[in-house]
């Protein structure tokens, strides 16, 4: 099993951000974020999200290296970077959009999603 490299969070938003219901769209900050983590490994050709159980809520994505496209994963290429999506993430990710942002106490990736019908306090995990 692939180690986890980032911290997510979970946001609900009330209305859909895509309306070409897209896998997942990157914003800049996001895609120059992945960009530096990804910056002299050779061996990686982009990341990959998952989904597992966990939190009070029920779900929460993962993050980790992939060094190649596994045969049942949506594959989100945009400015340069290459996002690879788990079967079992592909239906919770549709229309969302993934940001990353930094400020004085912490550093994450977000994932503004449509899809959410709840997180929990903290927005670590999610329900469907």
Do not use: H, W
């Not at 496209?69 to 993934?98: H, W, Y």
């Amino acid at each position: 099993m692939a180690s986890t490299i980032a911290t997510a969070t979970v946001r609900a938003v009330g209305k859909r951000l895509l309306p070409n219901r897209a896998a997942l769209v990157l914003t800049p900050a996001a895609v120059n974020r992945i960009k530096y983590i990804l910056e002299g490994k050779n061996d990686v050709v982009g990341l990959k999200i998952g989904v597992r159980q966990r939190g009070c809520n029920g779900l929460s994505y993962t993050l980790s290296y992939a060094q190649k496209k596994e045969k049942m994963d949506e594959e989100v290429l945009q400015d340069g970077v290459r996002i690879f999506i788990d079967k079992k993430a592909q239906l919770t990710l549709l229309g969302t959009e993934m940001d990353f942002l930094e400020n004085k106490l912490t550093s994450e990736f977000v994932f503004n999603n449509p899809n959410i019908k709840g997180t929990c306090g903290c927005g670590e995990s999610f329900s469907i």
